[in-house]
C-alpha cells in the first residue's frame, strides 16, 4: 500500500465525522497555542533583560564588598569585610592595567525636600565618570564635577520624576533641596530612561560619592564600577583587580562580576523558568492525546465490520495498524498546526499591545511543541491502532454494527 | 482447485471446545459452481472462512490451486486472500463513506497498486457488472442489488480464481437477487471457480453440485438438480443466516 494512499484514506475516514474529529484536533490546537504563546513570551521577557543588560554596556567589572563564596573560615572568625573605600578606587585606576576608569558607588534612602514637599528617594553617591561607565544622559544643566568627588561639594543631580515632584511647572536647575539635614544645590536633570536594572532612573538623587558616604554615615562604598580598556581581557583585568584589593584589604573579601557572568546568570534563570512554563502548557498536550485515544477507540468500535472487510480484502494487520495510527496522526498534526498558526497569531497580538514583548516565537519553540503533538498522537494512537490490527477478521465481519 | 483432507475446526466457547468442522474431505475442481448447505450451526460459514483462508483449520490439510496453504503464516495467507480469493457478502460490507467505484479500488489500494491503474481496472470492474453509470454514488445512493453488484466488481477486481459467497441474495428482493444470481452464472461461465453458502434452494438450484453439512461433517453430496427435496432436510428452513 503506498503511503499518499494511506493518508487519503486515513483522511477520508476523519472528514466522516467533522465535528468529532474536530473537536480532538481542537484539544491538541490549544495545547500547542499554550506551549508557543508561553515560551514566547518567555523568551521575549528573557531578550529584554538581556537588552537591559546591554544598554549598560558590555565591558563592566562591578566589584562588590564582601565574599559572595563561602570561604571556608568559620563564620564569625573572619570578620565583617573590609571596606572598600575611595582609596581603593584611586588605586585601581592607578595601578591595574586594563582598567579604562573606575566608578565609584554609595546608596541609602532618604527624604528629599524642596519648600513644602517631600518625598523619599533612592540617594546615590556617584562619582563625576558615573553618567558615562552607565551609559546615561543629561538632559539638562551639568554633572556633578570632576574635581569635587573627594571634598564632598553639596551639588545634586536629579531624575526628571524626581524633579516633576519637588518642582512642578518650575525649573529645578539652581533651586536648592534638602536631603535629610544636607542642603544642595541642583545642577543637572538626568535625561528620562526608565527602570534600568532594577533602579528606576528617573527617581534618583545623585550627589558627589564622598558626600553621600558621610550623608549615610558609611565608610564603605556600594558598588564599584570598572570599565574595561578596549580590547583588554576581562578575565585577566578580573584577576588582577581582586589580586590588587586582596593585597590592599590583607584578604580576599570582595565579588567581582563581570557583565557577562551576571548576564548568563539571569539568561539562564530566564531560560530554565521558560522551559519550566511551556513543559506545564505541555501538560495539556497530554490530555488532548486522550481525547485523541477516546475518539480512535470509539471509531475502532465503529468500524470493526471495516476492518473485518479490509482483511478478507487481503489486508495484513499491520497495514490497518497503519491506517488507525495514520489517522491519530493526522488528527494530531492538523491540531498542532492549527495550534501553531494560532500561537504565532496571539504572539503577534501580544507584541502590538506590550511592544518590548514583540518577537516571533522562538522557531525550537514552535518545533518542540508540534512533535509533542504529533508524537503523543502517535502514542495515544496506537492503543486503538493496535486493537484493530488484533480484530480476529471473521469475529469483525460478523460485528452486527 | 481446492483440496480439503481431514480438515477440522475446534472453537473454545466458555472454556469448552466446539468442534464447527469436525473432518472434512472435499475437491472442488477449477471452474466448479458449488453450493454449501446446512442449517444454522451446521459450519458453513466456517468451511466457508476456511475456503478463503480468513479461518485456519485445527488440523487437516487444505490446497488451494496446488499449494498447501494451512501450513501458511498469517502475512501469506493475507496474501492469497488478496491474490487468489473474493468475497461476497450477504451484508455487502461497502465501505459507507466511499463511492461505488473507490469500493472496488479498495483491494488494489491495500495490494500497492498505481492510481492510475486501480481506476482503470476498478471501472472495467464495475462496468462487467453493469454499474458504470453508477460509479460516483455512494452506497446508500445505490439499491439493494446494485450495492451486492458493486461488491461483486470488488471482488473481481483483483481476478481471483475462486470466488466465495456467503448468503449473496440473502438480503435482496426476488427479483435484485435473481440478477445477482445470473451475474454470478456469467462469472462461473466465464470460468471462475464459486463456492456459496446458502439456506435458499433456488439459490442452490444454479450450482452444479451441492454438500450438504450437519453437525460439522459432510452429510450429503448431491447434484444440484435434487435440491428440491432438502427442503425437509432441516425444515423449516431459515430465510436468513443471522448469527
Known amino acids: ?401 | 482447485m481446492i483440496r480439503l483432507v481431514g480438515v477440522t475446526r475446534t472453537y473454545e466457547v466458555g472454556g469448552r471446545p466446539v468442534h464447527a468442522l469436525a473432518g472434512i474431505d472435499e475437491h472442488i475442481a477449477p471452474g466448479e459452481h458449488v453450493a454449501i448447505m446446512g442449517p444454522s450451526g451446521s459450519g458453513k460459514s466456517t468451511l466457508l472462512n476456511v475456503i478463503g483462508c480468513l479461518d485456519r483449520p485445527s488440523s487437516g490439510r487444505y490446497v488451494l490451486a496446488g499449494r498447501d496453504v494451512s501450513e501458511l503464516g498469517e502475512r501469506e495467507l493475507d496474501l492469497v486472500r488478496r491474490n487468489d480469493i473474493g468475497f461476497i457478502f450477504q451484508s455487502f460490507h461497502l465501505v459507507g463513506r466511499l463511492s461505488a467505484l473507490e469500493n472496488v479500488e479498495l483491494p488494489l489500494l491495500f495490494a500497492g497498486v498505481g492510481r492510475r491503474e486501480r481506476r482503470e481496472r476498478a471501472v472495467k470492474a464495475l462496468s462487467a457488472v453493469g454499474l458504470a453509470d453508477r460509479a460516483t454514488h455512494r452506497p446508500d445512493q445505490l439499491s439493494g442489488g446494485e450495492r451486492q453488484r458493486t461488491a461483486i466488481a470488488r471482488a473481481l477486481v483483483t481476478q481471483p480464481k475462486v470466488l466465495l459467497a456467503d448468503e449473496p441474495t440473502g438480503n435482496l428482493d426476488t427479483k435484485s437477487g435473481g440478477q445477482v444470481l445470473d451475474l454470478l452464472d456469467r462469472l462461473h461461465h466465464e470460468g471462475i471457480t464459486l463456492v456459496v453458502v446458502t439456506h435458499d434452494p433456488n439459490v442452490a438450484r444454479r450450482a452444479e453440485r451441492l454438500i450438504v453439512l450437519v453437525d460439522g461433517r459432510i452429510a450429503k453430496r448431491l447434484p444440484a438438480a435434487e435440491v428440491r427435496s432438502l427442503d425437509e432436510l432441516f425444515a423449516p428452513a431459515p430465510t436468513r443466516d443471522t448469527p
Open chain 1, 1 to 401: 500500500m503506498r503511503a499518499l494512499d494511506l493518508f487519503r484514506f486515513a483522511a477520508g475516514a476523519l472528514t466522516r465525522h467533522l465535528l468529532r474529529s474536530g473537536l480532538s484536533l481542537l484539544g491538541v490546537a490549544i495545547g500547542v497555542t499554550a506551549v508557543v504563546v508561553l515560551v514566547s513570551l518567555g523568551e521575549s521577557a528573557r531578550r529584554y533583560v538581556l537588552d537591559q543588560f546591554a544598554s549598560i554596556g558590555n565591558n563592566l567589572l562591578i566589584v562588590v564588598p564582601g565574599k559572595t563564596e563561602t570561604s571556608g573560615a568559620f563564620p564569625g572568625l573572619g570578620g565583617a569585610p573590609n571596606d572598600l573605600t575611595l582609596a581603593d578606587v584611586a588605586a585601581l585606576k592607578r595601578q591595574v592595567r586594563g582598567v579604562a576608569d573606575v566608578a565609584a558607588m554609595s546608596a541609602g534612602t532618604e527624604t528629599v525636600e524642596a519648600r513644602d514637599r517631600r518625598r523619599q528617594v533612592a540617594v546615590l553617591g556617584a562619582t563625576d565618570n558615573f553618567l558615562r561607565v552607565r551609559r546615561l544622559e543629561l538632559a539638562r544643566g551639568e554633572f556633578l564635577p570632576s574635581d569635587e568627588a573627594e571634598r564632598g561639594r553639596a551639588v545634586a543631580v536629579i531624575g526628571t520624576q524626581v524633579a516633576r515632584e519637588l518642582f512642578p511647572g518650575a525649573d529645578p536647575i539652581g533651586q536648592v533641596i534638602r536631603i535629610g539635614s544636607w542642603r544642595f544645590r541642583v545642577i543637572g536633570l538626568v535625561a528620562p530612561m526608565g527602570t534600568q536594572l532594577g533602579i528606576n532612573i528617573d527617581e534618583i538623587v545623585i550627589v558627589p560619592v564622598a558626600t553621600g558616604l558621610k550623608m549615610f554615615n558609611r565608610t564603605s562604598l556600594f558598588r564599584v564600577m570598572v570599565e574595561l580598556a578596549p580590547g583588554a581581557d576581562a578575565e585577566e583585568t578580573e584577576r588582577r583587580v581582586v589580586a590588587l584589593l586582596t593585597e590592599r584589604h590583607g584578604e580576599e573579601d570582595v565579588t567581582v562580576l563581570s557583565q557577562d557572568s551576571v548576564v548568563s546568570a539571569a539568561s539562564g534563570i530566564l531560560r530554565a523558568l521558560t522551559l519550566a512554563i511551556g513543559a506545564i502548557a505541555g501538560i495539556s498536550l497530554a490530555v488532548a492525546g486522550i481525547g485523541i485515544l477516546n475518539v480512535m477507540l470509539v471509531s475502532v468500535t465503529e468500524r470493526t465490520r471495516e476492518v473485518g472487510l479490509l482483511r478478507a480484502l487481503g489486508a495484513g494487520r499491520g497495514q490497518v495498524l497503519w491506517v488507525f495510527l495514520i489517522e491519530a496522526a493526522l488528527l494530531s498534526s492538523v491540531g498542532g498546526l492549527v495550534g501553531l498558526a494560532a500561537g504565532a497569531g496571539l504572539t503577534a497580538l501580544f507584541g502590538q499591545i506590550f511592544p518590548a514583548l514583540a518577537g516571533p516565537p522562538p522557531a525550537w519553540a514552535a518545533a518542540a511543541a508540534f512533535l509533542t503533538a504529533l508524537s503523543t498522537g502517535v502514542t495515544f494512537g496506537l492503543l486503538p491502532a493496535r486493537r484493530a490490527a488484533r480484530l480476529d477478521p471473521v469475529e469483525a465481519l460478523r460485528t452486527s454494527k
